[in-house]
């Protein structure tokens, strides 16, 4: 019993230097950025929390059948071969249109006043901090679209990053470290900027942000805004960093992407004051009855795109990794029936396209993921 005992333990001590020690993890905020935290209304005894109370516990039972049910496997939860990916078209992005290319799951490059913006760049291999666990990309890995990505007059292509949270399948060590050279600036919700320090972006190059903050960038507005969520790289730093959507007001673009999260009131919070919007990102590609509070089914999904006032609608967070129990195709399918019985235009772009926003914009309906 006792060699028991000393095995448990080692393993406990490996685990807790593990996350120690490896970069993946990332950083945590500084005593005195806690300390200016403290004076938020969404900061309560060390951590972040939403603006209504959520339910964050699972019960004994429920993570059983989770179990159960990762190990026996759900009918058609990730694609029968590998999703194939387009070269990406960065002429067609660098023009003077508004555009936007979706690479799967919740990563998207947004060019908007001639401004490319990043926004969740995961483009990584597996949504996990270790490379031998967790959920593999259905296509293969995109890093290489960030070493293909162009300078302009050796100056960075990638105008700003927007982080909406920092868990793993949108916060990813290894694109961060190709993309940080490339881009000029990091927009964050608080707490996130130490992740990036850790991985080696200067603090002069990332601006954190609480909720319903809004910056001048390059003639750009975008203001960071809520989500019912929560966050953590780690065992012992869940919520102390913040999580978001973020609002983008170009010239002739006014765009929302909501960033992971429940639905709740904040949605028409967000289209009364910045609605109504051109294009919506809405995610609801990762759901469960036992995790409701903190994802949207695709039907509330499209609710919260009526909500915040939106004309076009894509559905995100699906298309790229298995993180439920439904078949991968299950919420573009949903999503589609309920946008057809609210009359929302929900386009559905292939993952590597770029598409344009300018003016009336159509995008040719495609059921790809049927191929």
């Known amino acids: 019993m006792l ?52 339910k964050m516990n699972m019960s004994s039972r429920d993570a059983l059948y989770m179990i159960k049910e990762s190990i026996s496997g759900g009918k058609d939860r990730r694609p029968s071969s590998p999703i194939q990916v387009p070269d990406i ?19 998207f490059l947004l060019s908007i006043d001639n401004k490319k913006l990043f926004v969740d760049p995961m483009l990584g291999p597996v949504a996990s901090p270790v490379s031998f666990a967790g ?27 927007l982080i909406t949270h920092d868990h793993y399948d949108h916060l990813d060590y290894p694109s961060i470290k190709r993309l940080k ?33 809004e ?13 019912k969520h929560f966050s953590g790289r780690g065992i012992l730093n869940k919520d102390t960093t913040l999580w978001g959507g973020w609002v983008i007001l170009g010239a002739r673009t006014r765009f929302y992407t909501s960033g992971d999260g429940g639905y709740g009131s904040h949605f028409k919070e967000i289209g009364q004051k910045y609605g109504p919007f051109n294009l919506t990102l809405i995610e609801g590609g990762q759901y469960d009855e036992r995790w409701s509070w903190v994802h949207m089914t695709p039907e509330e999904a499209v609710q919260a ?39 929302v235009t929900l386009i559905t772009p292939k993952i590597g396209e770029t598409f344009p926003l300018d003016g009336a914009f159509t995008v040719p309906f495609s059921s790809w993921w049927k191929a």
Do not use: C
Request: hydrophobic letters at 45%; glycine letters at 6%.
């Open 215 to 227: 910056v001048t960038f390059q003639g750009l507005t975008m203001a960071l805004t809520p989500s």
């Open 89 to 107: 078209d960065w002429n067609k992005i660098n023009s003077e249109e508004d555009s936007l290319t979706w690479f799967g799951h919740s990563a």
């Open 3 to 54: 060699y028991l005992f000393l095995f448990i333990a080692l393993v406990i001590l490996a685990a807790v230097l593990f996350i120690a020690i490896h970069p993946t993890f990332g950083g945590s905020p500084a005593k005195e950025q806690k300390q200016v935290y403290s004076g938020l209304d969404n900061f309560s005894n060390g951590r972040f929390v939403n603006q209504v109370p959520t």
């Open 135 to 161: 959920s593999k990309r259905y296509s293969q890995s995109m890093l290489h679209f960030i070493d293909d990505t162009p300078f302009i007059d050796d100056t960075p292509f990638i105008d700003a990053v």
């Open 305 to 343: 795109h009526l909500d915040v006032q939106g004309e076009r609608m894509m559905l995100v967070h699906w298309g790229a990794f298995t993180l439920a129990y439904h078949s991968w195709t299950d919420p573009i399918e949903r999503a589609l029936q309920k946008a057809d019985e609210a009359n």
């Open 181 to 213: 050279s490339k881009v000029e600036h990091f927009f964050v919700p608080h707490g996130v900027g130490a992740h990036l320090n850790r991985w080696g972006v200067a603090k002069d190059k990332i601006t954190e942000l609480n909720w319903w903050d």
